[in-house]
Each structure stands twice: as C-alpha cells, then as structure tokens.
C-alpha cells in the first residue's frame, strides 16, 4: 500500500526518491508535503525515469495546498493539489520524459517549450487533456 508524502518522514521520502529533495516535493507557501497517494505514485514514476535516464530531472512545481496563491485564484483548485509535477526540461529531454509518461498512462499533460522556463507539466488526471502555456 502507497503512503501519502505527508505521512512519509524526511528518511523515507529521501529513501524512496534519493534524486528528489523536500524543498522541490513539499508546497512552496507553507512547506506541507502531499496527502494524495497518486503524488507518490507520479513521484515514484518520475525517480524510474531518472534512473532510466540518468540525467537531472528538476521539479519546478509540484505539490501546491488549496491557500497557495496560484491555486487560491482558480474556481476549483488544480491537478498540483492532487498529483502533479512540472518538470524543468527541454529538448530532447523533454521529449523523452513526454513519451515515457504517456507510456505509462498519463493523460494530463501541459507543454511550456519557449522562453527561459521551460517545462513539461505531468498529472494524474483520468480525463485526457493536453495544452501549451
């Protein structure tokens, strides 16, 4: 049975996904971690392709509380309060991460590729949706 983030110590989390630190998993206003099961799964997927690639994967966003002023604005709170990730990759690389979570079964896919930020958002939504920033 998957554990929730929240319910992981610092020692388990560091364990469980060693290319990952509490500063990119936890929410950035007020420093909670998870309570959703399907972040650790989409956690647990983005360690495998770090392994598999062997190449930083840096998290730009991950979890965000419902009073974290980019969900605070929305009608409904978004796919980072449940399980979502915005990974800080570009090129070839993102391309790769792009086709290894579709492989997996992601649907919920976002693409920043212009700019200084670019990115590639993976959430675990069950509906498909795909779109550009």
């Excluded at 500063?23 to 392709?49: I, K, N, V, Y």
């Excluded at 062997?54 to 929305?74: D, F």
């Excluded at 449940?82 to 990974?87: L, N, P, R, T, V």
């Amino acid at each position: 049975m998957l554990k929730s983030p929240n319910e992981m110590t610092t020692q388990e989390r560091l364990a469980r996904w060693p290319n990952f630190s509490d500063c990119e998993l936890a929410c950035r206003c007020c420093g909670t971690f998870s309570p959703s099961e399907a972040f650790t799964a989409l956690m647990d997927d983005a360690q495998a392709f770090r392994n598999e690639s062997g190449k930083p994967l840096p998290i730009n966003s991950g979890y965000r509380c419902v009073q974290h002023a980019i969900e605070n604005k929305k009608a409904k709170p978004g796919m980072h309060t449940e399980a979502a990730c915005d990974f800080g990759v570009f090129g070839e690389d993102a391309l790769r991460l792009l086709q290894f979570f579709l492989n997996k079964g992601y649907v919920g896919v976002g693409i920043h590729q212009k700019g200084d930020k670019r990115y590639i958002h993976i959430d675990r939504r069950t509906t498909p949706a795909l779109w550009s920033y």
